[in-house]
């Protein structure tokens, strides 16, 4: 009787460590992909005024090569390459019916001029440290909306990432976004 159990624990210790081993990792090309997901508009309750939101995205990377440390500040990721920033983000104003891309400004009172502004930003390393490098997730990124100086309501943005080797990923693009003023 005991040899028998002692048998088919053997045999179920087997059968599990094939089964596991036999686990597919997934798969996904070196380029990063990117899929737009949602955008969520963001109200603020005490002015009624839309602004901020929220774009969502989904990523996948078969190298696992995105992200860029704090010390990632050498050619090609310098401050004066278009390689600096890891999330590219470019504002769109429907203006007569035409989307335009524009730049937004804010005003700098030390300069007395206007400072152009960007929604581009550089997003931490993503690299998991052991076993299978391919990588999948959802971003998040708070933008704000709400521009003083434009007359018109409604917008939208585009995006794509840029993985440590410099590959650009696919660009997405929102929805129509029709803020509150």
Known sequence: MIRNITKILILLLI????????????EFPDIPAITYDNFVVLMNQQ??????????FSYTDGDGDLGLSSSDTLPPFDKESEYYYNLIIKYFEKQHGVFAEVPLLSWNSDSSYYDTLTFNSRFPVLTPESGNLAIKGVFQDTLFIYNPLSEFDTIKFKALIIDRALNKSNEIETAEIIRVQ
């Open 47 to 56: 002015t009624g005024i839309t602004e901020r939101g929220v774009l969502v």
């Open 15 to 26: 059968i599990g460590t094939v089964v596991l081993s036999c686990r597919k990792f997934e």
